[in-house]
């Protein structure tokens, strides 16, 4: 029984891992579930076990990017070392490197954008912007953020601004370099609105910490 799920479990996976590719390349509309089975190497029996339609697929897609903007969230929340503007730098660092190299957070990136299949979902874009939303108001209560800070216009701007360099880059066919987009909109932002003691300890340390691509264990 235990090797059955397993089997059943690493079937799904596969599946999962081939929409993606196929969403991420074709969009949701002109995805072809003939194209994802044969990049599974699934029977179509086992993909509608596990998946009643191409919406589902799609679905479970956005449901596994969850999970990792989540796992992603979770680790930098865990550093008591750090502040509340680094750990959003470490948030939104570990995520450009998601954006660069894992599959899955391409393609939920492609199908919340969509304009066949976004109003049916929304991907990380609720739990990232309540991450942020979270770390600004820690950042105003700790003096690095200036008192008079709006935290929904903050959220809201910071939020825009890293979608904003998503599309330039994907514009551009894929800019390797996120991470410095992303850093580098955040510095603006934060700067516009931090206190001049958080100002001058950055001039001189920077930022304290920095995303690893191997503490993403296997994201293809």
């Known amino acids: 029984m235990a090797r059955q799920q397993e089997r059943a479990r690493r079937t799904r996976a596969a599946i999962i891992r081939s929409a993606a590719v196929e969403f991420g390349k074709s969009g949701y509309a002109a995805a072809s579930l003939n194209r994802i ?123 825009g601004a890293l979608i904003g360099q998503v599309y330039i880059a994907d514009a551009h066919g894929g800019d390797p370099d996120l991470r410095t987009r992303f850093r580098e909109a955040l510095e603006v932002v934060v700067q516009a609105t931090c206190t001049t003691e958080w100002a001058t300890g950055f001039v001189r340390s920077g930022w304290r910490a920095s995303a690893r691509l191997e503490e993403l264990g296997s994201p293809t």
Not at 84 to 90: E, K, S, V, W
Not at 94 to 110: C, K, P, T
Not at 137 to 156: N, S
Request: charged share 30%.
């Open 37 to 159: 089975l044969e990049g599974s190497r699934a029977t179509k029996g086992a993909m509608y076990f596990h998946f009643d339609s191409k919406e589902d697929l799609a679905r479970a897609v956005l449901d596994s990017a969850i999970e990792r903007y989540s796992t992603t969230i979770d680790r930098w929340l865990v550093r008591v070392d750090l502040g509340p503007l680094d750990i959003l730098h470490g948030v939104f660092d570990e995520i450009a490197l998601r954006l660069v190299h894992d599959i899955i957070v391409q393609a939920e990136f492609r199908l919340v954008i969509d304009p066949g299949f976004r109003r049916q979902g929304h991907g990380g874009c609720r739990m990232l912007s309540s991450t942020i939303r979270n770390l600004t108001v820690g950042a105003i209560e700790q003096g690095q953020l200036r008192p008079d800070t709006d935290p929904d216009r903050f959220t809201r701007t910071l939020a």
